[in-house]
């Protein structure tokens, strides 16, 4: 099992900036990749951006410029530094760990409690 805190949300005016925290625990070993993905409401859940172990990553088109997603392996952690942000970025924003046994095919997803991102005057 593992578990995702996420901290950082909160109210922020167009054009600035929040970061957004990620913190893994439980049996992070098994971890292949994590991300970020967010949900308006009324909206279905899309993603944000994603890191792989590799070091590979990717973006929304709608994010690509102004979010940067990073890694930091020795505390377990995902970041994301969200700059020039717009009131269209407002929804809760999830962790997202993936996690693959080497002996099976597919994996298993595993979500934080979100943390709100407000983008307003």
């Known amino acids: 099992q593992v578990q995702l805190v996420e901290s950082g949300g909160g109210l922020v005016q167009p054009g600035g900036s929040l970061r957004l925290s990620c913190a893994a625990s439980g049996s992070i070993f098994n971890i292949n990749a994590m991300g970020w993905y967010r949900q308006a409401p009324g909206k279905q859940r899309e993603l944000v951006a994603v890191?792989?172990?590799?070091?590979?990553?990717n973006y929304a088109d709608s994010v690509k410029g102004r979010f940067t997603i990073s890694r930091d392996n020795a505390k377990n952690a995902v970041y994301l530094q969200m700059n020039s942000l717009k009131p269209e970025d407002t929804a809760v924003y999830y962790c997202?760990?993936?996690?693959?046994?080497?002996?099976?095919?597919?994996?298993?997803?595993?979500w934080g409690k979100g943390t709100l991102v407000t983008v307003s005057s």
């Open positions: 890191a792989h172990n590799s070091g590979v990553t």
């Open positions: 997202n760990a993936y996690v693959r046994v080497p002996a099976d095919l597919s994996g298993v997803n595993y």
